[in-house]
């Protein structure tokens, strides 16, 4: 059944066995076009215009076709949406109305509404009052629209129809989507998108194997480290050796033809360390600590 006039007004709240059941009245078209033109519903008998201008969608406004399916409710829920939301409508009700009455059906056939999360950065001094009322501060009211809620309702408030929800359950199943942290369809998809909301699903389970794979990360390293310290004390205590070994080669009698003092084997290394060792300062210096002790 198509409604054509859905707005807060037509929408009751049940108490059923302690749970809220919305109900949506007033289905009397019959009766909406025997009504005159008052400030709330707007009705002309030129294109059987049926509807609150606020919640009326675009070929709703279309003087020249009644060409209206379940789509239309769709664009009045996401109106309604869109005020549960924000606190304000997508078109302003002064200036709307202030148009006159072709200005009203231009502006909902050709401008597009702002997004949810730009409406509410754009309310100034009112933001504080409606995130209060929302359980939230100003400053995180905006965040938490901008992403699915602003594609949701977007979506929803299409001026092609097409392009809109199918009809006023498929609106409900992508909100209950993001209300589980599903991917909502109105989004593109993409990875990252989806990865994303994998994770905030299973937080619980990302956090316990982010925590290990940390754990597991953070030992490698350490042992990478050790391993990198162990194999450069090696290649240095090589260093240390060779030179020692050298050292003492150097001094060989069949070499110098004579007896050599230690004094003259300690000078003669102390001279080459510096040159040779200019680009090992470590071990250089744990050679002149030798050769010091030995002096």
């Not at 194999?231 to 080669?249: G, K």
Request: a neutral charge; proline letters at 5%.
């Amino acid at each position: 059944m198509l409604h054509r006039d859905i707005k807060p007004t037509n929408i009751l709240v049940a108490d059923v066995d302690g749970k809220p059941l919305p109900k949506i009245i007033d289905f009397g078209v019959a009766k909406a076009t025997t009504r005159s033109l008052t400030e709330e519903t707007f009705h002309t008998e030129l294109g059987q215009i049926i509807g609150t201008p606020e919640y009326m969608s675009p070929e709703q406004a279309d003087l020249a076709s009644e060409d209206v399916d379940t789509r239309t409710d769709v664009y009045s829920l996401g109106v309604v949406l869109y005020e549960l939301l924000v606190g304000a409508l997508p078109f302003d009700p002064d200036q709307l109305r202030k148009a006159g009455f072709e200005g009203i059906l231009k502006t909902l056939r050709e401008k597009d509404p702002p997004r949810p999360s730009t409406k509410i950065s754009a309310l100034g001094e009112r933001t504080a009052g409606i995130a209060h009322a929302r359980r939230t501060e100003m400053r995180r009211l905006a965040g938490q629209l901008r992403g699915d809620l602003d594609w949701i309702v977007m979506r929803a408030l299409e001026k092609d129809r097409y392009r809109r929800y199918g009809s006023p359950r498929e609106l409900a199943q992508d909100v209950r989507r993001f209300m589980s942290d599903q991917p909502i369809l109105a989004r593109p998809p993409s990875s990252a998108y989806r990865s994303w909301k994998f994770m905030k699903r299973h937080r619980v389970g990302v956090g316990f194997a982010a925590t290990i794979f940390l754990a597991v990360g953070t030992g490698l390293v350490v042992i990478m480290l050790q391993n990198a310290e162990i194999a450069a004390a090696r290649d240095e205590a090589m260093v240390v050796t060779t030179s020692l070994e050298e050292m003492l080669a150097s001094v060989e009698p069949t070499r110098s033809g004579r007896d050599v003092t230690v004094r003259e084997m300690l000078d003669k290394t102390a001279e080459t360390l510096g040159e040779k060792f200019r680009h090992q300062p470590l071990v250089e210096a744990r050679l002149r600590h030798t050769v010091g002790n030995t002096y």
